[in-house]
């Protein structure tokens, strides 16, 4: 699996519509290093990738419920909060290789908020083709068997203490 752009819509420190990152690669530049101050949106990028993947199964739940729903809802840039947004997305874009060949995948999370109750919307692109609600489920199925949470938990952990080994100070000032 290789990540090539992510969209966050009102997600964490990425407040509004455009808030896109590429992490195209080359053969001269082939390693992505996100850093940032505290707050930055480090460890939201993290989580959202994280949460675009898996949903509710990153959090430790078996379905959406009001705890999972708590803890999207805390994902949610404070600023489209308070402005009464009812739009939050996260959008994957990322290539994996089936069969001996590359396949493009999009997978889109969106959550509209009515008042208190937050709605979930799931869709699954390959190669540019939306995926029916059987394929989805195939898909989420074969994502699960393919990386391990606990894998992704373990990256999300290593991320997080890599400060110790790359402290940011050292490297705003290049």
Request: charged share 25%.
């Amino acid at each position: 699996m290789k990540f090539k752009k992510i969209l966050l819509r009102n997600i964490g420190a990425y407040y509004g519509q455009n808030n896109e990152l590429d992490f195209s690669t080359s053969s001269e530049q082939n390693v992505i290093l996100i850093g940032g101050k505290n707050g930055a949106g480090k460890t939201t990028l993290l989580e959202s990738i994280r949460v675009a993947l898996f949903g509710c199964i990153s959090y430790g739940f078996m379905t959406e419920n009001e705890a999972y729903f708590n803890k999207i809802q805390s994902l949610f840039n404070r600023k489209a909060r308070k402005e009464h947004n009812s739009h939050y997305q996260i959008i994957l874009d990322y290539e994996s290789v089936e069969n001996f060949l590359p396949v493009h995948y999009t997978i889109s999370r969106v959550w509209n908020l009515k008042g208190t109750k937050i709605n979930e919307t799931f869709s699954v692109k390959r190669d540019g083709r939306l995926l029916d609600e059987r394929e989805t489920d195939n898909y989420q199925n074969r994502l699960r068997e393919e990386i391990p949470l606990a894998y992704l938990s373990y990256v999300y952990l290593m991320a997080k203490k890599s400060h110790a080994l790359f402290p940011m100070d050292v490297y705003l000032n290049i």
